[in-house]
């Protein structure tokens, strides 16, 4: 009958769709395998020390931005000489400027009056031009953001791998709150996944990097070569790796370099900001995805096609679940009818539906138990054991209960990554700031 035939052909679209899908994981789980056989690299120690300008861009921030200024002044295993931090005041109301020139910065003020601007790519634009133009001792340029703090021999680890010819190095994403609750927890958790295993499982394989806006090291030859920050987007730290990756130059990867961010503690706040992530990349991705693939056809360099397909997600994975879920739930309806007997069947038996549904549930069964043992338990057991100081946790126990319940963020985080890219217009909204984690607290 014609609608055994129609059921056909959606069973042929639904294994090209679980064909790309597992493509995708299947990526996921050789990185995986690669970082957990491999060890980190370290870049050589080098006697020749750089001069460093760190750039933070500010908006009303004045309630951390004076301690994030003091921990980096202080704290730093580098000569104090050797490097400035810059704060741009950008189209403040507060006391941002003067806490952090209380601090020690050096203050730029950013005032633009056009809303649209008001993100933070224009301040970092402005803060790079001012120093390529008046700090021209500066070699090396690191953006943090103002709710960052950085492991003290993080100046150090950067120069080291700046000595060593890499011109723009990402540091290993952590978190100061991450104990916090279950949203810092999870969220924390994937930060150190991707640092600990995808970015890992890149240097060793001599892939580039991914993106990462706060740590970001970038030299002065790489900013003139580029005509500063040239980027458009909010995605700004997505799009300047991109720029840089599609003419050929490596992003590396210091794993021992650590930046610790101060975490979205609400479910409210978690969700806007992964509204946001995805709806800015989803018009970058438009741009960019396609000259990625054709730089892999021309170069054969499998850091193209790596990128390619782990960033897809974002343009497509609201699509696949979606079409899965709908699938499956014609797919069930449609059987359950066949199997009872009460359609005329052509091609296939009551019978053979029904073993259809059992085996299909079978494989779904599966299919969840293995990626609950993989993605719920082994892999944040291992990130809980090795890792958990860099979550901001002082003991493995304050991360116990995410070994059993990080499936349930992946979910939300998946659900609220596929509002945020089919949504067209997403604004950037201020989180709130888990001030006592500034304060030592």
Same mark, same amino acid.
């Given at each position: @009958? ?22 995708? *994981? ?37 309630? $951390? ?16 000489? +050797? ?14 400027? #003067? ?6 910065? *050096? ?37 943090? /953001? ?11 680890? @950067? ?34 996944? /991707?640092? #600990? ?22 030299? #002065? ?6 005509? &500063? ?29 650590? $930046? ?12 806007? #900001? ?20 054709? @730089? ?55 019978? /053979?539906?029904?073993?259809? *549904?059992?085996?299909? +549930?079978?494989? @779904? ?10 993605? &719920?338990?082994? $892999? ?30 992946? *979910? ?9 890219? +089919? ?15 500034? /304060?030592?607290?």
């Amino acid at each position: @009958m014609w609608y055994e035939y129609l059921f056909k052909v959606f069973e042929i679209l639904n294994y090209i769709v679980l064909g790309i899908f597992a493509l995708l *994981i299947l990526v996921q789980l050789f990185e995986i395998i690669v970082a957990l056989i491999t060890k980190k690299k370290k870049f050589p120690s080098s006697a020749k020390l750089a001069k460093i300008a760190y750039i933070i861009p500010a908006r009303n921030e004045e309630d $951390v931005i004076k301690n994030t200024v003091k921990s980096l002044l202080e704290n730093q295993n580098y000569p104090r000489n +050797l490097f400035n931090v810059y704060v741009i005041a950008n189209n403040c109301t507060d006391n941002t400027a #003067r806490a952090a020139e209380e601090a020690g910065a *050096i203050v730029l003020v950013h005032d633009d009056p056009d809303p649209k601007h008001h993100m933070a790519l224009y301040p970092l634009k402005y803060g790079i031009d001012y120093i390529l133009n008046n700090d021209k001792d500066s070699e090396i340029i690191i953006r943090l /953001d103002a709710d960052n703090h950085v492991n003290n021999d993080f100046s150090k680890l @950067m120069n080291d791998a700046y000595q060593s010819g890499s011109s723009f190095s990402r540091p290993y994403e952590g978190a100061m709150n991450g104990a916090q609750n279950f949203f810092t927890k999870a969220c924390s958790f994937f930060y150190c996944f /991707d640092s #600990r295993f995808g970015s890992r499982a890149r240097e060793r394989l001599n892939l580039c990097a991914h993106p990462n806006g706060p740590g970001a090291a970038m030299s #002065r030859e790489l900013l003139l070569a580029s005509n &500063g920050y040239d980027v458009k987007s909010i995605c700004e730290d997505t799009e300047y790796t991109f720029n840089r990756m599609l003419e050929g130059k490596h992003i590396s990867f210091v794993e021992d370099a650590i $930046v610790y961010e101060d975490l979205p503690s609400t479910g409210r706040d978690t969700a806007n #900001r992964n509204k946001r992530i995805a709806a800015g990349n989803k018009e970058l991705l438009k741009e960019k995805m396609g000259k990625m693939l054709k @730089m892999f056809f021309k170069t054969f360099k499998f850091t193209y096609l790596e990128t390619y397909l782990t960033y897809i997600w974002v343009s497509i994975g609201g699509a696949l679940f979606s079409w899965m879920f709908l699938y499956y739930l014609y797919y069930f309806l449609f059987a359950g009818f066949a199997a009872s007997g009460n359609i005329e069947l052509s091609l296939n038996t009551a019978l /053979d539906y029904s073993n259809m *549904i059992k085996t299909t +549930l079978f494989v @779904m069964a599966i299919c969840v138990v293995s990626f609950y043992v993989l993605f &719920g338990l082994l $892999v944040p057991f291992v990130m809980t054991l090795t890792e958990y100081k860099k979550f901001g946790a002082k003991k493995r126990k304050e991360l116990v209960l995410l070994i059993f319940f990080f499936p349930v963020y992946l *979910i939300f985080y998946a659900f609220s990554l596929m509002i945020g890219g +089919l949504k067209k217009n997403v604004k950037w909204e201020e989180v709130k700031r888990n001030k006592d984690f500034y /304060d030592g607290k």
